[in-house]
């Protein structure tokens, strides 16, 4: 019996070829877009606390809108 090539053998090959252009016919060519950010705001700040150790205060607000398909009744 032959040794096995670390590649695969021919007839892998051939079928991950086909299930890659199988894959590639059954999906969205639109693509399921993800969230929409707005807006990426940030804030930054330093204190100095009772202790004399300095302190970075951040804040960071991000807007996203999500588009989603809703079912619509017959």
Do not use: W, Y
């Not at 999906?27 to 606390?49: C, K």
């Not at 300095?54 to 398909?69: A, G």
């Amino acid at each position: 019996m032959p040794k096995p090539s670390p590649r695969g053998s021919l007839m892998r090959n051939l079928g991950r070829f086909v299930g890659h252009i199988v894959g590639a016919v059954r999906s969205d060519p639109t693509g399921a877009p993800g969230p929409t950010i707005l807006r990426d705001h940030a804030e930054q700040g330093t204190r100095v606390d009772d202790s004399g150790r300095t302190l970075v205060l951040r804040r960071r607000v991000i807007e996203e809108v999500e588009v989603r398909d809703t079912p619509r009744d017959a």
